[in-house]
């Protein structure tokens, strides 16, 4: 990006002393004489104009946060690229022009058609300009009132220009969240995400869809929708996405967020939309009663797409209720029939397998048929083997050291009493488990009679609700608010839509609200791109004012400012268009681009005003005549270094066009009221510079340059 725009800039120094060289030549000078003159005259304006270029992407190169970080290389790459055509401007350009610059009628030779073409094109041109700048001279007043007129109404379409953060890119993949019922299992879930890629699949612009459940929950899911080429599809990616929410909403029970990718995203949690809304509690029962009042109000506002949040509170559970009277009678103890429970259905390590090229863990858990219902609890039995080791059982004396005997007690009766020792199973069990696992305290193999108590003798069951995940941020507990934009709907319009709504619902004081992510890093740079533009203009008049050694003439230059900035905004605004973050970097470069038309003309004012001790009305004048030509060159020269990024051609050109756009609408604007402007400017400041030294100068006679001829 910053190597196509650079086209339009490094030759504008050349373009300069080539102008100025050939001016020379015309006039009869030999070529090297011509250009000696012409770069030593000229000299003085390319570096003003380069360096204070340069200059302008200091705010750029000091701009906070990962924003910044992003740029970085932009500004430097720039930079870099205008130095060096600073140095070859004024040491290879001369000497190029004295070897290879002739005029053609010195030299014998007439132009050809398309130059006596472009030659009589341009005279009408310079003459209508000649003609109206001496009415802009002579009513100094109304150009004064346009220029002021100007100034306000930049400030204006400042504020209500939409404004946004990234522009949305299209780069052939859609990323989709899956977000079903929290009483979904995860079988029915595997069926609804089958059938929301079935839809997906049948749309024309998609090539592959591929996707998977789980990761934050249960009940969620993820979808990868890779696009065509854009040479193969007639849709975008965000014209993909909204006509898939209408078949996609039709699939009861789940719902199917989707997101173009994009290669610039900031920060945030991870969530079903693009932009985020975070409210912050340390009251948990007052969180969970106004997300979902936020999220209803949310969702009815047409400004906002795919409103939803991350508090799920309505998961599903069935919660046992141990009868401990009964339990304890039976000498069944809470940690058996816990270890019965997550032996069914914990999904408990209890072994691992090797072979020579790989291992294999042995996961014990019952059959996928009983664990469709909770009536499957009816059918597990508790056995008493199944505890925790205790008393001597702790030590790390062998199993059966310790044997209660009496006259009664057998032999066999002993094996047994070893064999049901929860100590000695889990002792067993746990050579064969590994890393975190943990080891079960049943017998694998029991040769002996047990005692199996039914489950539903010692506990009853009855379904409830759990919360699904529990979020926090900060040491708060949180819950995030995602959403989506429609076409045309800037992010600073959503957000006040959203800030709106929690004002109308008069959200208590005890949660606390703020945007996330992508949408917090865009209210950060909002308050700062005022001070970033103020940062460009200030850079940009200490560079001139120690150039020029003057406080006067820096503010003529950066009068021509306005203009650009109010061409630059009218056409994001035709176009639909947000300002967004590289639109603002735009802006900022016609700062350094604008004020080159006020360079030259001030610059060759003054060395008439001290060279040839002209007036200053007729000083200005003649600059403007003479220095019409570099001004429309070095300005078609950026405006076609920008045009390719304007017309958006290829991968991620939505990310680079509103640059080219703010480039191109600023200079077409500034090149027709700058003209005109900064004469008059010349001239009202030069009248209060000679007010300050206490001296005037001379008036023009009455039939003076810029009386109309």
């Known amino acids: 990006m910053a190597l196509t725009i650079a086209t339009g800039f490094v030759v504008d120094d050349a373009v300069v002393v080539v102008e100025n060289t050939m001016r020379h030549l015309e006039d009869g000078m030999a070529p090297l004489e011509a250009a000696l003159r012409g770069s030593a005259e000229v000299s003085f304006t390319v570096l003003s104009m380069s360096l204070s270029l340069i200059a302008v992407f200091l705010p750029i190169l000091l701009m906070p946060g990962v924003v910044g970080r992003l740029f970085r290389e932009f500004a430097e790459t720039l930079s870099i690229t205008i130095l060096i055509s600073l140095v070859i401007s004024l040491s290879t350009t001369p000497v190029l022009c004295a070897l290879f610059l002739r005029h053609e009628a010195a030299a014998g030779r007439r132009p050809n058609r398309l130059i006596r073409a472009l030659e009589a ?3 009408t041109l310079l003459a209508g300009y000649t003609s109206s700048l001496r009415w802009a001279l002579r009513h100094r007043v109304w150009v004064g009132l346009i220029l002021l007129f100007t100034v306000g109404l930049n400030i204006f379409l400042f504020v209500v220009v939409p404004k946004g953060f990234f522009p949305e890119q299209d780069n052939g993949l859609i990323i989709g969240n899956v977000q079903a019922d929290q009483s979904i299992s995860f079988n029915a879930m595997k069926a609804k995400l089958l059938q929301l890629q079935s839809i997906v699949q049948r749309d024309p612009a998609v090539a592959t869809v591929a996707g998977f459940t789980g990761g934050r929950a249960t009940n969620s899911g993820f979808v990868f929708i890779t696009l065509k080429p854009q040479g193969q599809r007639s849709a975008s990616a965000a014209q993909i996405v909204a006509r898939l929410r209408r078949p996609l909403a039709a699939v009861p029970g789940v719902q199917l967020f989707m997101v173009p990718a994009q290669d610039l995203r900031v920060g945030g949690r991870q969530s079903n939309a693009e932009y985020q809304y975070t409210l912050q509690s340390d009251n948990s029962q007052l969180l969970d009663l106004w997300v979902p009042k936020i999220v209803l109000a ?16 309505g998961g599903l559970e069935t919660d046992v209720t141990i009868n401990r009277t009964t339990a304890s009678r039976l000498g069944i103890t809470p940690s058996q029939i816990d270890n019965t429970l997550y032996d069914a259905f914990g999904q408990r390590q209890v072994s691992t397998i090797y072979n020579a090229l790989n291992q294999y863990h042995v996961v014990m858990e019952l059959a996928p048929q009983y664990l469709q219902s909770p009536a499957m609890l009816k059918q597990i039995y508790v056995s008493t083997a199944g505890g925790v080791a205790s008393g001597t059982s702790q030590t790390n004396a062998p199993a059966g050291t310790v044997i209660s005997t009496t006259s009664t007690t057998s032999a066999a009766s002993n094996v047994s009493s070893v064999a ?10 746990s050579i064969a488990s590994s890393g975190k696992s943990s080891a079960s305290s049943g017998a694998a193999v029991s040769t002996n009679k047990e005692t199996m108590v039914p489950l539903s003798a010692l506990a009853s069951y009855k379904p409830g609700t759990a919360p699904i995940s529990v979020n926090h941020q900060g040491g708060f507990l949180a819950s995030t608010i995602s959403f989506n934009l429609p076409a045309g709907m800037s992010l600073s319009q959503a957000s006040s839509q959203i800030r709106a709504t929690m004002s109308d619902l008069d959200v208590p004081v005890e949660i606390h609200a703020a ?4 949408a917090a890093s865009f209210q950060a740079l909002g308050s700062t791109e005022p001070l970033l533009i103020l940062a460009a203009l200030s850079a940009v008049y200490v560079v001139l004012g120690v150039l020029y050694e003057s406080t006067i003439h820096p503010i003529t230059i950066i009068s021509t400012i306005p203009s650009a900035g109010i061409g630059a905004l009218l056409f994001l605004l035709l176009l639909n268009m947000p300002l ?5 970097i735009g802006v900022i470069l016609l700062i350094g681009i604008v004020k080159k038309n006020a360079i030259l003309m001030i610059d060759f004012a003054l060395q008439l005003e001290r060279g040839e001790n002209l007036p200053p009305e007729q000083a200005i004048f003649k600059a403007a005549i003479l220095r019409f030509r570099p001004i429309m060159m070095t300005s078609f020269a950026a405006i076609l270094g920008a045009l390719p990024l304007a017309i958006g051609i290829g991968p991620g050109a939505s990310l680079r066009q509103p640059l080219g756009i703010t480039i191109i609408g600023g200079l077409v604007v500034s090149q027709a009221l700058t003209l005109y402007t900064t004469p008059v400017v010349y001239l009202f400041l030069d009248r209060i510079g000679t007010r300050r030294r206490g001296k005037y100068h001379v008036a023009s006679p009455p039939g003076g340059i810029v009386e109309a001829g």
């Open 121 to 123: 094109g341009f005279a």
């Open 298 to 313: 949310l969702q009815k506002n047409t400004r906002l797409l795919d409103v939803n949040s991350d508090l799920q509170q």
């Open 580 to 584: 967004t973050i590289i639109a603002l």
């Open 420 to 429: 049901l020792d929860s100590a000695t199973n889990q002792a067993i069990n």
């Open 515 to 518: 945007f996330a992510g992508t």
